[in-house]
T-cell receptor, first 113, second 112 residues
Framework: QKEVEQNSGPLSVPEGAIASLNCTYS??????FFWYRQYSGKSPELIMS????GDKEDGRFTAQLNKASQYVSLLIRDSQPSDSATYLC?????????????FGKGTHLIIQP | DTGVSQDPRHKITKRGQNVTFRCDPI?????LYWYRQTLGQGPEFLTY????????KSRLLSDRFSAERPKGSFSTLEIQRTEQGDSAMYLC??????????FGPGTRLTVL
């Protein structure tokens, strides 16, 4: 069974610091990786996608992918109270017509003012 | 540019009744997905369509569940003979050719 693992938290980070969120996945042939942010009572919002090993930066967000270690991470620089949310890691399998994402349970992030 | 819309936003039903949800994807998106999310869990994939063809179904999609996308635009998800375990948020997402999936606001189902 394909699995995506995240530490559920809560992860508490002071305002202005770097928040680091981690995710591991079991399906070695996975090729597409996504980070979603979900506020309480709302639906997931896509914030980052990454497909190749290395770093991808978008504003205050940096996604990091290491396929050899089956590890994906999300860094949030200059954390703001509005970043407090649950962050979901999602993985898409490779090929075979499969397109459904497998999600982790999410990490609850709290930014302390 | 409007996002994904879902209707209704909330549905309360009695056990044994049938319910139907509707999803309207982002207009240029050809792929449409259904997920289910319960409290404290990430979304669980149910099924997806490319245009009008249903290409993938999860083991979670029991025979009480059926989904359609008759003209490759909006989609419906029907649950027959609802059970209390069906209570969840039902999320619809769409994408263009399998790139990032964008979610609608969801339909919260409560089965009494």
């Amino acid at each position: 069974q394909k699995e995506v693992e995240q530490n559920s938290g809560p992860l508490s980070v002071p305002e202005g610091a770097i928040a680091s969120l981690n995710c591991t996945y079991s399906d070695r042939v996975s090729q597409s990786f996504f980070w979603y942010r979900q506020y309480s009572g709302k639906s997931p919002e896509l914030i980052m996608s990454i497909y190749s090993n290395g770093d991808k930066e978008d504003g205050r967000f940096t996604a990091q992918l290491n396929k050899a270690s089956q590890y994906v991470s999300l860094l949030i620089r200059d954390s703001q109270p509005s970043d407090s949310a649950t962050y979901l890691c999602a993985v898409k399998p490779s090929g075979g017509g499969a397109d459904g994402l497998t999600f982790g349970k999410g990490t609850h992030l709290i930014i302390q003012p | 540019d409007t996002g994904v819309s879902q209707d209704p936003r909330h549905k309360i039903t009695k056990r044994g009744q049938n319910v139907t949800f509707r999803c309207d994807p982002i207009s240029e998106h050809n792929r449409l997905y259904w997920y289910r999310q319960t409290l404290g869990q990430g979304p669980e994939f149910l099924t997806y369509f490319q245009n009008e063809a249903q290409l993938e179904k999860s083991r979670l999609l029991s025979d009480r569940f059926s989904a359609e996308r008759p003209k490759g635009s909006f989609s419906t998800l029907e649950i027959q003979r609802t059970e209390q375990g069906d209570s969840a948020m039902y999320l619809c997402a769409s994408s263009l050719d399998g790139t990032g999936q964008f979610f609608g606001p969801g339909t919260r189902l409560t089965v009494l």
